[in-house]
Antibody, heavy 122, light 106 residues
Framework: EVQLVESGGNLVQPGGSLRLSCAASGFAFSTYWMYWVRQAPGKGLECVANINQDGSAEYYVDSVKGRFTISRDNVKNSLYLQLNSLSDEDTAVYFC???????????????WGHGTMVTVSS | DIQMTQSPSSVSASVGDRVTITCRASQDINNWLAWYQEKPGKAPKLVIYAASSLQSGVPLRFSGSGSGTDFTLTISSLQPEDFATYYCQQANSFPPTFGPGTKVEI
């Protein structure tokens, strides 16, 4: 079964850090661009970062540049997101997602994890 | 960033109704448009990709159309399991951006 499972979400104080993980199974993880997408409570969806197949290229939305770092380990079939200098605006459910067609950097997202909740609060 | 808008923001409908949701991009995105269905507490589910291609396993009552800046998602005969929030998403330029969602409710 094709699956993505996130972990690492937690309650963290403003200015704090957190590392999210996403374990992939059931598909050739190393052949896909991967994304982190977040959804603040009661709000819409926002792509925050993506990474290419071998981890040599990564892109970030302006609101997280310099604070978040996406990475991957193709041996462990895992995707990561390091979150630093967190503010309450980063409170959200964080999903990892797979692009639909592996040859494309951007595409629809056909596989999503269940999400992991990050709450930034003092 | 490309801005995506959707209308209506919510629609009240009954089982068997035909429902149409529109999505507009702030610039030409060719056919790089996807539609998702989201239910509370669940991850979004891909319904349509490339503006009009039905994702595997999605019922034929769902269809998508459009190109350029204007797109539509149509549910031909609403079923109880279709009550959800629907989002459009552009994949033409980074970052991929989503519309604000349309809630389909009874």
């Amino acid at each position: 079964e094709v699956q993505l499972v996130e972990s690492g979400g937690n309650l963290v104080q403003p200015g704090g850090s957190l590392r999210l993980s996403c374990a992939a199974s059931g598909f050739a993880f190393s052949t896909y661009w991967m994304y982190w997408v977040r959804q603040a409570p009661g709000k819409g969806l926002e792509c925050v970062a993506n990474i290419n197949q071998d981890g040599s290229a990564e892109y970030y939305v302006d609101s997280v540049k310099g604070r978040f770092t996406i990475s991957r380990d193709n041996v462990k079939n895992s995707l990561y997101l390091q979150l630093n200098s967190l503010s309450d605006e980063d409170t959200a459910v964080y999903f990892c997602a797979r692009v639909f067609r592996p040859q494309f950097r951007m595409d629809a997202f056909d596989v999503w994890g269940h999400g992991t909740m990050v709450t930034v609060s003092s | 960033d490309i801005q995506m808008t959707q209308s209506p923001s919510s629609v009240s409908a009954s089982v068997g109704d035909r429902v149409t949701i529109t999505c507009r991009a702030s610039q030409d995105i060719n056919n790089w448009l996807a539609w998702y269905q989201e239910k509370p507490g669940k991850a979004p589910k891909l319904v349509i990709y490339a503006a009009s291609s039905l994702q595997s396993g999605v019922p034929l009552r769902f269809s998508g159309s459009g190109s350029g800046t204007d797109f539509t998602l149509t549910i031909s005969s609403l079923q109880p399991e279709d009550f959800a929030t629907y989002y459009c998403q552009q994949a033409n330029s980074f970052p991929p951006t989503f519309g604000p969602g349309t809630k389909v409710e009874i």
